[in-house]
């Protein structure tokens, strides 16, 4: 059972937006601003997509955003597109020089 | 080029230990923490612990702390992390990845598949 709770699944059409959520609690979502996103499709390399809760690596479509409430962070992708579909996991600092994840939400691009 | 090479698939039985390598490249290998994670099958990540190569300083997941450790050797730029007692809910993907340009993992390494299986 993982940490974080995400919801399993998701799904928009081409060039909608959806909301990927993250609910941990005081002590690691809540807690700090090291939440961050990963896609990671079977058979691949997990894929940094957002870090520190809102910042988007070089190379990461600006399709992709992340906020965060109290102890709930979210990943928006907007202008969703086929390519998008996947596996989406957060994942927060948890303090203690320690990390936890979320179960992963499965997002379809109907 | 950045790399993160890892060893390959290892099958063993129940109660033994695995040992797995990461040997990184195209950075300097002691100035950052290097972490190990794993992946279950229809799981979420878990991150297991990680390790300053600099000075050797490691820390665990609590759920994991008695049976993980993680080492390196500074002159081959490799990590390694071995596991003990293992259990069926061992079977994984175990990575290791770095945060190398940003606060969260960034490169990661292509995985290595620890089946646990009589």
């Known amino acids: 059972q993982s940490a974080l709770t995400q919801s399993a699944s998701v799904s928009g059409s081409p060039g909608q937006s959806i909301t990927i959520s993250c609910t941990g609690t005081?002590?690691?979502?809540?807690?700090?601003?090291?939440v961050s996103w990963y896609r990671h499709d079977p058979g691949e390399v997990p894929k940094l997509m957002i870090y520190?809760?809102?910042k988007r690596p070089s190379g990461v479509s600006s399709r992709f955003s992340g906020s965060k409430s109290g102890n709930t962070a979210s990943l928006t992708v907007s202008g969703l597109q086929a390519e998008d579909e996947g596996d989406y996991y957060c994942?927060?600092?948890?303090?203690?020089?320690?990390?936890?994840f979320g179960g992963g939400t499965r997002l379809t691009v109907l | 080029q950045v790399q993160l090479v890892q060893s390959g698939a290892e099958v063993k039985k129940p109660g033994a230990s695995v040992k797995i390598s990461c040997e990184a490249s195209?950075?300097?290998?002691?100035?950052?923490?290097l972490h190990w994670l794993r992946q279950a099958p229809g799981q979420g990540p878990e991150w297991m612990g990680w390790?300053?190569?600099?000075?050797?300083?490691?820390k665990y997941s609590q759920r994991l702390q008695d049976r993980v450790t993680i080492t390196r050797d500074t002159a081959s730029s490799t990590a390694y992390m071995e596991l003990r007692s293992l259990r069926s809910e061992d079977t994984a993907i175990y990575y290791c990845?770095?945060?190398?340009?940003?606060?969260?993992?960034?490169?990661w390494g292509l995985g290595t598949v620890v089946t646990v299986s009589s």
């Open positions: 994942c927060a600092y948890a303090g203690s020089s320690s990390w936890v």
């Open positions: 390790i300053n190569p600099g000075n050797g300083r490691t």
């Open positions: 520190e809760g809102i």
């Open positions: 195209g950075y300097s290998f002691g100035s950052f923490a």
């Open positions: 005081s002590g690691d979502v809540g807690g700090y601003d090291f």
């Open positions: 990845a770095t945060q190398l340009q940003t606060s969260a993992f960034d490169v």
